[in-house]
């Protein structure tokens, strides 16, 4: 009889952790009772209806199969269009190569340009993905914390100290998740010039840049004369397409086709249902998306009144996005303490500020893509237990 036993996972699976958003999902999950779910950065809105039924025409009319690795060509017109409509940024379709989600273009990315043993460089605090894929890529993830004295801007001279001969990839996310910051086009420039003069590739995530609460969405690729930018974008946050996993990448042209020639090793091509879906979000009609604009606006605005009203917490302006990236260092204990009590004791589902790299510890995210009525009561037990903890 043959002796069962547990087979062995590959190494790789004990080199990652477990993202925090995920750890506090599930502790959730775990806990009956009234919660309020602040953890996840999905808006509460459903995807537009004329998005849902050009999805639906498309497979009735047999659009269910494989597509090209790139997309279909009417998506990535569509893309370069809006790329240039919305974000100020000239685009060929060749350049465009549609993926599933902005995660799949992100590690699409960093499997076309990073090499095993490869660094790259990654401020923080920064999505926790980011760390996971680079790892997954076979490279190495040197973090550079910035600082809460600064509300977090881009640190120039930090990051572009970090850059050496070992550096495939810069990865800059603004807006920014968690901090919801919005970096600033000069020193983005001198990032991108530092990573030029060591053959490395800037990654830009953009995909909170149509959620710009200050600006116009204008891409921080839009002025740069440069041949080594990457971009990333996507449908989920704009047109509440999360579950559609729909997102792309823009490059030059040989490395867009080098994306191409990976594709199939990863998922071949996003849904075709998707992608039809897609080019309905990206040519329709723009007012329900407009809409859901302002009431993140709105409810920004409420955070913010509502995190000056308690005392001892900060945070800084959330420019893009829906985060809050609340800084909670005059309570006791690590940010994963903090966060874990505060669901505990009151019912609200955050993440530790620790789980976002350096840089984090003391603070907690809190989304704002839910309810004014959630984030109401999400606050009201936010300010009791701080005012509980300070007592």
């Known amino acids: 009889m043959i002796e069962r036993t547990t087979v062995p996972l590959a190494r790789r699976v004990d080199r990652v952790d477990e993202t925090m958003i995920r750890t506090m999902y599930d502790l959730a999950e775990q806990r009956s009772g009234d919660l309020v779910r602040l953890e996840i950065g999905e808006p509460d809105f459903d995807t537009p209806e004329h998005i849902v039924e050009a999805a639906a025409e498309a497979a009735r009319g047999g659009a269910t199969h494989y597509t090209h690795n790139a997309g279909i060509p009417a998506l990535r017109e569509a893309i370069a269009e809006k790329m240039e409509r919305d974000h100020d940024l000239a685009v060929d379709p060749n350049q465009v190569v549609a993926a599933a989600g902005a995660t799949e273009a992100l590690y699409l990315t960093l499997l076309t340009t990073a090499e095993r043993g490869d660094e790259v460089v990654l401020p923080t605090p920064a999505w926790p993905q980011y760390r996971l894929q680079i790892q997954l890529a076979g490279a190495t993830p040197v973090e550079v914390g910035l600082s809460a004295a600064d509300d977090f801007d881009l640190d120039v001279d930090r990051v572009v100290d970090a850059i050496g001969d070992d550096t495939a990839c810069v990865i800059l996310n603004s807006p920014s998740n968690p901090t919801s910051q919005v970096y600033d086009p000069e020193a983005v420039e001198a990032v991108v ?199």
């Open 193 to 391: 010039d530092a990573a030029a003069a060591h053959d490395a590739v800037v990654v830009l995530d953009e995909v909170y840049a149509s959620l710009d609460f200050g600006g116009d969405g204008r891409s921080l690729a839009a002025d740069l004369d440069a041949n080594n930018v990457v971009v990333i974008n996507a449908c989920s946050k704009q047109y509440a397409m999360t579950g559609w996993r729909l997102g792309w990448l823009v490059a030059p042209e040989h490395l867009a086709r080098g994306a191409i020639k990976l594709h199939p090793g990863t998922s071949s091509c996003p849904s075709s249902l998707s992608q039809h879906g897609a080019v309905a979000a990206l040519t329709g009609p723009q007012d329900e998306a407009e809409a859901m604009f302002e009431a993140f606006r709105e409810r920004r605005d409420y955070v913010r009144e509502r995190v000056d009203s308690i005392p001892s917490v900060s945070c800084p302006a959330p420019d893009g996005g829906f985060y809050a990236f609340l800084d909670v260092s005059a309570l006791e204990g690590t940010s994963f303490e903090i966060a874990e009590r505060l669901l505990e004791e009151h019912g609200v589902v955050t993440v530790p500020g620790e789980g976002f790299g350096a840089g984090g510890q003391g603070s907690i995210r809190v989304s704002f893509a839910s309810s004014l009525a959630e984030l109401e009561e999400g606050f009201d037990r936010i300010e009791r237990f701080v005012r509980d903890e300070l007592a």
